[in-house]
């Protein structure tokens, strides 16, 4: 029973039944989770049904939107038949926007140099502490790195994952970019690549998990819908456990 307790401890199931199963049972617990995919992938859909799924299981998440308003993200993603008003009411489901936690630094600057990045960081981390979070989500990362001075993106990102390792709070970064482009450089404990691909003159949306910390995970491609029920995965091709 106690080796079972402590392999739980070691996952954070997400909550997305296919993806669970994909990743070997859930993510890293306190690990960085980066989602990488190009506009209308499915980027926003996958960290908002994350921390939905957390919300309904007693783990309180914040969404630190980056490009949205607060107030349209869940009008941008399909409405889960689990979500429920109450967890914003109750603020077990947080949606914030950064230039909210940006408007408490001391120097609310652009470009963010690197004293700037770690009061960024401190922020979100007496926030999480504050709140009593487990669940953290910043969609997209992008921007905001785009607006960090050189070098102090990446080390605000290290920092960030060593804070919410301490506090075993599972972390999901999505960052925008096409099938074309090299992956954004996120230093983190999981990989999954979202990206769309045309077959037969149909749009599929398609996953796959590049990396995955402590796990033997899937390496196939699986076609995803987004519904009300969640997310739903398909293999792409034959085989791939």
Same mark, same amino acid.
């Given at each position: 029973?106690?080796?079972?307790?402590?392999?739980?401890?070691?996952?954070?199931?997400?909550?997305?039944?296919?993806?669970?199963?994909?990743?070997?049972?859930?993510?890293?617990?306190?690990?960085?989770?980066?989602?990488?995919?190009?506009?209308?992938?499915?980027?926003?859909?996958?960290?908002?049904?994350?921390?939905?799924?957390?919300?309904?299981?007693?783990?309180?998440?914040?969404?630190?939107?980056?490009t949205l308003a607060?107030?349209?993200?869940?009008?941008?993603?399909?409405?889960?038949?689990?979500?429920?008003?109450?967890?914003?009411? @109750? =603020? $077990?489901?947080?949606?914030?926007?950064?230039?909210?936690? +940006?408007?408490? !630094? %001391?120097?609310?600057? &652009?470009?963010?140099?690197?004293?700037?990045?770690?009061?960024?960081?401190?922020?979100?981390?007496?926030?999480?502490?504050?709140?009593?979070?487990?669940?953290?989500a910043i969609d997209?990362?992008?921007?905001?790195?785009?607006?960090?001075?050189?070098?102090?993106?990446?080390?605000?990102?290290?920092?960030?994952?060593?804070?919410m390792n301490r506090?075993?709070?599972?972390?999901?970064?999505?960052?925008?970019?096409? @099938? =074309? $482009?090299?992956?954004?450089?996120?230093?983190?404990?999981? +990989?999954?690549? !979202? %990206?769309?691909?045309? &077959?037969?003159?149909?749009?599929?949306?398609?996953?796959?998990?590049?990396?995955?910390?402590?796990?033997?995970?899937?390496?196939?491609?699986?076609?995803?819908?987004?519904?009300?029920?969640?997310?739903?995965?398909?293999?792409?091709?034959?085989?791939?456990?």
């Amino acid at each position: 029973m106690a080796a079972e307790k402590v392999v739980e401890e070691k996952r954070c199931p997400s909550g997305i039944e296919g993806l669970d199963r994909i990743v070997g049972g859930g993510f890293p617990n306190g690990g960085v989770i980066h989602i990488a995919g190009s506009y209308g992938s499915g980027k926003t859909s996958m960290a908002v049904e994350f921390l939905v799924r957390g919300a309904k299981e007693g783990q309180k998440g914040i969404l630190i939107t980056t490009t949205l308003a607060p107030e349209k993200v869940l009008d941008s993603v399909v409405r889960l038949d689990i979500f429920e008003d109450k967890m914003i009411k @109750e =603020k $077990s489901l947080k949606i914030i926007d950064i230039e909210e936690v +940006l408007e408490e !630094l %001391s120097h609310p600057r &652009r470009p963010i140099d690197r004293n700037g990045a770690m009061e960024l960081l401190n922020e979100i981390e007496e926030m999480v502490s504050k709140q009593g979070i487990k669940r953290l989500a910043i969609d997209p990362i992008t921007p905001l790195l785009a607006d960090m001075e050189a070098g102090s993106g990446r080390d605000f990102l290290k920092k960030l994952g060593e804070a919410m390792n301490r506090r075993k709070v599972t972390t999901v970064i999505t960052s925008d970019c096409d @099938e =074309k $482009s090299p992956l954004p450089e996120v230093p983190a404990d999981g +990989l999954i690549r !979202l %990206s769309n691909i045309d &077959r037969h003159g149909n749009n599929l949306r398609v996953l796959q998990v590049l990396k995955m910390a402590g796990t033997q995970h899937s390496h196939s491609r699986y076609v995803f819908d987004i519904t009300p029920c969640g997310l739903l995965t398909t293999p792409l091709i034959r085989g791939g456990h």
